[in-house]
């Protein structure tokens, strides 16, 4: 689940931002300000056992974003693990953003870490779902070059409707998803999809 919506505070305009890989030994520190974000926007009620899931496993494909005072303004968590016994799939599980900070490419600059770290570790493709009507996380997820993949109804527990988006890192990726893949279950012609090459 990801979310990003509303403009910047202009308040925050010049505040310089760190940004950091998750360290175990901060957890007591991160954790808790880590699942208060993400409990205040997304819809879905994570324990705090999903979050040491991937934590405990994937704490470095987990990005913050920190104001000057080392306060969380931004996360995202990620895990990497082959998918269905073939590619290496990266997952980006969830994405959140302090609302005051908002509009600044952080969320941007999470996901791009998030990637770049996966790839370091051989990931052949990275998916990911979001809101249907979450215009502006789709937008960012598009900019960087995800497709949308499925569109996955009642996805949430609170009976909302989800768009699955896929990024393919590597040439034949998208070759050696087809027929594996449930993105391409329903699909009348064969496509290969653009290759993630970054962004600038």
């Keep these: 689940m990801n979310t990003i919506s509303k403009p910047a505070d202009p308040e925050t305009a010049d505040i310089e931002i760190r940004y950091v890989q998750y360290q175990s030994d901060k957890e007591t520190t991160y954790l808790p300000a880590i699942r208060q974000m993400i409990s ?7 324990s705090i056992y999903v979050y040491r899931y991937f934590l405990y496993q994937w704490g470095d494909l987990c990005f913050m974003a920190l104001d000057p005072e080392d306060t ?16 290496m799939r990266g997952y980006i599980a969830m994405l959140a953003v302090k609302e005051t900070y908002r509009g600044k490419g952080i969320a941007t600059k999470l996901v791009r870490m998030a990637i770049d770290a996966m ?12 809101e249907v009507t979450n215009t502006a996380a789709m937008k960012l997820y598009e900019r960087l070059g995800f497709l949308r993949s499925k569109r996955l ?23 050696a998803a087809i027929g594996s893949d449930e993105a391409y279950e329903n699909s009348d012609q064969q496509i290969t999809p653009p290759v993630y090459a970054g962004v600038s």
Excluded: C, M, Q, W
Aim: hydrophobic share 35%; aromatic share 10%; glycine share 8%.
């Design 40 to 46: 205040k926007d997304l819809s879905e009620p994570y």
């Design 72 to 87: 969380l303004i931004g996360v995202v968590v990620s895990k990497l693990e082959p998918h269905r016994g073939g590619p």
């Design 119 to 130: 790839i370091e570790r051989d990931a052949d493709e990275i998916a990911l779902e979001t």
């Design 153 to 175: 109804h009642r996805y949430y527990l609170n009976g909302n409707t989800a768009f699955r988006f896929l990024l393919y890192v590597k040439e034949g990726a998208a070759t």
